[in-house]
């Protein structure tokens, strides 16, 4: 795009007479100012404006062609200004109007045959597409882009072709295919070493070294990490330096050198804070928690949770601005042509009811007024009739007030606090984007005892593809067991950093937890843990993997009921902590429906001798009711629980989550 710009820039100042030589000289002002109001509003970061000023731009220029189509100055200035559109409109998120402008730019570089212009022009639209994770759209077009780049030797072309194979790499990442992210980022380095483009250079070492870490390299992660950081160091890169020490952390955090990940932690929370970029600021917080969570520091731990849930509230809020933004856009694009007459008359109408509303208010006003002055008057008289009585009720008054205040202040901050709790542990919790992913049809019955819960149900892509699920009952529940909930959380999600089969990642699990609470005081040394059924899911060749501490799995297969039994011992300190967990594999059918849940439901009192409602009962009522849809099933569910518990407190918290294969 900027070469594209200086060669209208050149024209416009050097050969003006042969431009112009087949429209009028007032046509050309008038463009040529139209041109200069429309780059100058874009340079001071105007969006709003330059768009409308480029678009006032597009519309002149179309006019001035339907006399003049052949002539090149008309030409060039409308790819130019279409171009500078394009831009505008993906910065403020509208990428399907974006990439319509950019495909009228690619056209005009074909049917002229410039290779190199094509090439940038394919690059732009396969950048738009990867924006809008069209990866097929977007591979198609960069290597459309490096074919037309494959026979010049400009810096410029050089250039693309590495910022190309990087994004080829960025795409391949994403989707999982790591050996071919390597061979894109290898290419990407070598041409940026070869032109000396040490920002490049950093760029592709940082994206090296972060995909070895997702294959568990760690060791020649920290390699390319560290490489890039003295690089970014150098070029004085802030934001670059902080990105790669986040990274530089995680790296140490997985090889447990907690004290290395804190110290490369805090340089990167600095700079962020220095840059003020909310993103690495998130990235930063949330690394920061995990780092002190593990060093035990548990209440500055919870301090960057809380900042970092911040940051992501403000992200969250950004991106939709941007959105409401791009509809904006999209609909003055579908009404180009506004009917100005009707909107005067529009405002006329409203300006109108508007005096009428004012004039009718201060009517209100003054009478309003004159009956609270007649008011005053007769409060004031009762006023000292009754002063002696009043000031010992008032004094009675205060001070129970007093007393209603301090206490509804003291359960205002309880009740505070136990919220914002909660919105941390769900923070946690296996979010449904992540459940839609990869469940094609599930129920979740959540239903904690208090607001946070012990019970959780967790869920991640494990790095061989698969798909995991754990659904567990942390030691106590309210605010004890929700504390114990996010230990256990945070110790699966290190387990699965080096493991992928259930057995191996309770074992680890387990291993962490009881580290994590040797020290906690009590004469036991950290007897807590959890309760848990871990079940992971290859549906490439329908194979379900189970590893169950004291919690069972239930499959539900046409009128049979089979139960996978689960080891007699939980996920943490225990009699039995060093005997290894067992892992059973099951063969899945289409129409299976498999159940996991915490004992909840089963141990809630009720019905009419207030007893137990029993995992037998429990059991036969899903296996009655296996055909019924995913959606009535927990509402089957739901109700049978709250007809059973009737009047009675709810014992514990409830858990149980459905899917059907």
């Given at each position: 795009?900027?070469?594209?710009?200086?060669?209208?820039?050149?024209?416009?100042?050097?050969?003006?007479?042969?431009?112009?030589?087949?429209?009028?000289?007032?046509?050309?002002?008038?463009?040529?100012?139209?041109?200069?109001?429309?780059?100058?509003?874009?340079?001071?970061?105007?969006?709003?404006?330059?768009?409308?000023?480029?678009?006032?731009?597009?519309?002149?220029?179309?006019?001035?062609?339907?006399?003049?189509?052949?002539?090149?100055?008309?030409?060039?200035?409308?790819?130019?200004?279409?171009?500078?559109?394009?831009?505008?409109?993906?910065?403020?998120?509208?990428?399907?109007?974006?990439?319509?402008?950019?495909?009228?730019?690619?056209?005009?570089?074909?049917?002229?045959?410039?290779?190199?212009?094509?090439?940038?022009?394919?690059?732009?639209?396969?950048?738009?597409?990867?924006?809008?994770?069209?990866?097929?759209?977007?591979?198609?077009?960069?290597?459309?882009?490096?074919?037309?780049?494959?026979?010049?030797?400009?810096?410029?072309?050089?250039?693309?072709?590495?910022?190309?194979?990087?994004?080829?790499?960025?795409?391949?990442?994403?989707?999982?295919?790591?050996?071919?992210?390597?061979?894109?980022?290898?290419?990407?380095?070598?041409?940026?070493?070869?032109?000396?483009?040490?920002?490049?250079?950093?760029?592709?070492?940082?994206?090296?070294?972060?995909?070895?870490?997702?294959?568990?390299?760690?060791?020649?992660?920290?390699?390319?990490?560290?490489?890039?950081?003295?690089?970014?160091?150098?070029?004085?890169?802030?934001?670059?330096?902080?990105?790669?020490?986040?990274?530089?952390?995680?790296?140490?955090?997985?090889?447990?050198?907690?004290?290395?990940?804190?110290?490369?932690?805090?340089?990167?929370?600095?700079?962020?804070?220095?840059?003020?970029?909310?993103?690495?600021?998130?990235?930063?917080?949330?690394?920061?928690?995990?780092?002190?969570?593990?060093?035990?520091?548990?209440?500055?731990?919870?301090?960057?949770?809380?900042?970092?849930?911040?940051?992501?509230?403000?992200?969250?809020?950004?991106?939709?601005?941007?959105?409401?933004?791009?509809?904006?856009?999209?609909?003055?694009?579908?009404?180009?042509?506004?009917?100005?007459?009707?909107?005067?008359?529009?405002?006329?109408?409203?300006?109108?009811?508007?005096?009428?509303?004012?004039?009718?208010?201060?009517?209100?006003?003054?009478?309003?007024?004159?009956?609270?002055?007649?008011?005053?008057?007769?409060?004031?008289?009762?006023?000292?009739?009754?002063?002696?009585?009043?000031?010992?009720?008032?004094?009675?008054?205060?001070t129970v007030e007093h007393q209603k205040e301090l206490v509804e202040e003291k359960h205002k901050e309880i009740?505070?606090?136990?919220?914002?709790?909660?919105?941390?542990?769900?923070?946690?919790?296996?979010?449904?984007?992540?459940?839609?992913?990869?469940?094609?049809?599930?129920?979740?019955?959540?239903?904690?005892?208090?607001?946070?819960?012990?019970?959780?149900?967790?869920?991640?892509?494990?790095?061989?593809?698969?798909?995991?699920?754990?659904?567990?009952?942390?030691?106590?529940?309210?605010?004890?067991?929700?504390?114990?909930?996010?230990?256990?959380?945070?110790?699966?999600?290190?387990?699965?950093?080096?493991?992928?089969?259930?057995?191996?990642?309770?074992?680890?699990?387990?291993?962490?937890?009881?580290?994590?609470?040797?020290?906690?005081?009590?004469?036991?040394?950290?007897?807590?843990?959890?309760?848990?059924?871990?079940?992971?899911?290859?549906?490439?060749?329908?194979?379900?993997?189970?590893?169950?501490?004291?919690?069972?799995?239930?499959?539900?297969?046409?009128?049979?009921?089979?139960?996978?039994?689960?080891?007699?011992?939980?996920?943490?300190?225990?009699?039995?902590?060093?005997?290894?967990?067992?892992?059973?594999?099951?063969?899945?059918?289409?129409?299976?429906?498999?159940?996991?849940?915490?004992?909840?439901?089963?141990?809630?009192?009720?019905?009419?001798?207030?007893?137990?409602?029993?995992?037998?009962?429990?059991?036969?009522?899903?296996?009655?009711?296996?055909?019924?849809?995913?959606?009535?099933?927990?509402?089957?569910?739901?109700?049978?629980?709250?007809?059973?518990?009737?009047?009675?407190?709810?014992?514990?918290?409830?858990?149980?989550?459905?899917?059907?294969?």
């Amino acid at each position: 795009m900027l070469l594209k710009k200086i060669i209208v820039t050149i024209l416009f100042c050097f050969y003006t007479h042969f431009l112009f030589a087949q429209i009028s000289k007032t046509d050309s002002l008038q463009i040529t100012k139209q041109y200069e109001v429309s780059v100058k509003t874009y340079e001071t970061g105007l969006l709003d404006s330059a768009k409308v000023q480029f678009l006032k731009l597009v519309d002149l220029l179309n006019e001035k062609t339907k006399a003049n189509a052949t002539n090149l100055f008309l030409q060039e200035t409308n790819v130019v200004a279409k171009d500078y559109l394009s831009s505008i409109l993906l910065s403020t998120g509208n990428t399907e109007v974006a990439i319509s402008y950019a495909d009228d730019v690619l056209k005009y570089y074909e049917k002229n045959k410039d290779s190199l212009n094509i090439a940038l022009s394919l690059n732009n639209i396969a950048f738009m597409y990867q924006t809008q994770k069209m990866f097929d759209k977007a591979i198609e077009n960069y290597l459309n882009a490096l074919n037309n780049l494959k026979n010049s030797n400009s810096k410029e072309a050089i250039f693309y072709t590495a910022t190309i194979f990087n994004n080829l790499g960025l795409i391949s990442e994403y989707k999982l295919s790591f050996d071919s992210a390597l061979n894109y980022y290898d290419k990407s380095l070598a041409i940026r070493k070869k032109i000396d483009d040490k920002r490049g250079v950093s760029e592709s070492l940082n994206n090296i070294g972060n995909t070895y870490r997702k294959l568990n390299q760690i060791d020649k992660a920290l390699e390319y990490l560290l490489e890039a950081l003295a690089i970014k160091t150098d070029i004085k890169d802030l934001n670059g330096v902080a990105y790669t020490q986040d990274n530089i952390s995680r790296i140490y955090f997985t090889k447990g050198d907690i004290n290395k990940a804190q110290e490369y932690a805090l340089k990167s929370l600095k700079i962020a804070i220095k840059t003020g970029n909310l993103e690495l600021l998130s990235f930063a917080h949330k690394t920061q928690s995990a780092n002190l969570f593990a060093l035990k520091n548990y209440k500055e731990a919870y301090y960057h949770l809380n900042q970092f849930m911040i940051c992501s509230d403000s992200l969250k809020n950004i991106s939709n601005k941007k959105a409401l933004y791009k509809n904006q856009i999209k609909s003055e694009f579908e009404k180009k042509e506004a009917l100005t007459k009707l909107e005067q008359t529009k405002k006329d109408e409203i300006a109108k009811k508007e005096k009428e509303k004012q004039n009718l208010l201060l009517i209100s006003a003054v009478i309003g007024l004159s009956i609270v002055f007649i008011f005053s008057i007769f409060l004031y008289k009762r006023y000292r009739v009754t002063q002696k009585q009043k000031i010992i009720i008032e004094n009675q008054k205060q001070t129970v007030e007093h007393q209603k205040e301090l206490v509804e202040e003291k359960h205002k901050e309880i009740t505070d606090s136990i919220n914002y709790a909660e919105r941390i542990q769900r923070s946690f919790l296996a979010s449904k984007e992540l459940l839609d992913e990869n469940l094609k049809d599930y129920f979740v019955l959540f239903n904690p005892k208090d607001v946070v819960s012990g019970d959780f149900y967790w869920a991640s892509k494990l790095s061989n593809g698969n798909f995991a699920l754990a659904t567990a009952d942390s030691t106590g529940h309210g605010v004890p067991g929700a504390i114990m909930s996010l230990l256990n959380i945070t110790s699966l999600e290190k387990a699965i950093e080096q493991n992928n089969e259930p057995a191996d990642i309770l074992n680890a699990t387990r291993k962490t937890i009881i580290e994590r609470l040797k020290k906690d005081g009590s004469a036991e040394g950290g007897k807590d843990g959890m309760d848990c059924s871990l079940t992971i899911y290859d549906f490439n060749t329908n194979k379900l993997f189970v590893t169950a501490a004291n919690n069972p799995v239930w499959i539900i297969r046409g009128d049979e009921a089979i139960e996978i039994k689960p080891d007699k011992m939980p996920v943490g300190k225990h009699d039995r902590q060093d005997i290894p967990f067992m892992q059973q594999t099951i063969e899945l059918q289409k129409g299976d429906v498999i159940y996991t849940l915490t004992d909840g439901f089963p141990d809630q009192f009720g019905g009419e001798n207030g007893k137990k409602f029993m995992s037998k009962k429990l059991r036969e009522l899903l296996a009655k009711n296996a055909n019924l849809s995913m959606t009535e099933q927990k509402e089957l569910l739901q109700n049978t629980f709250k007809n059973w518990k009737g009047n009675l407190e709810q014992v514990d918290d409830v858990c149980i989550i459905g899917i059907k294969i």
